[in-house]
């Protein structure tokens, strides 16, 4: 396979990938303004909270107690040893640790 086409097929898949990350939602965490009540507009200044609302201020919805992330953090570590682990068996391999290069 020529350096031409591997080029070509790595800009493909890269665009390929752009492509397809272009449609994935994107979660904002904004007050919508259109299905809250008691929000009032007044001429000049746009839509204003009403008076009971002021007070409290925008809110994010409630997520939980929160996630448990010690599974992530087992994987993510033994993963990461693993790694190493390739990493060292090749440069062992390579001999590339026995003489330095300059």
Known sequence: MSVTRRTLLT??????????????????????TGARSGVATAPGRGIQPAAEDAASGPQLAETGPGVDTTPYLIGGTALLGIGAGFVTYSVRRSGAGARPVL
């Open 11 to 32: 800009a493909t898949a890269a665009g390929t990938l752009l492509t397809a990350l272009w449609f994935v939602p994107s979660a904002n965490a904004t007050v919508e």
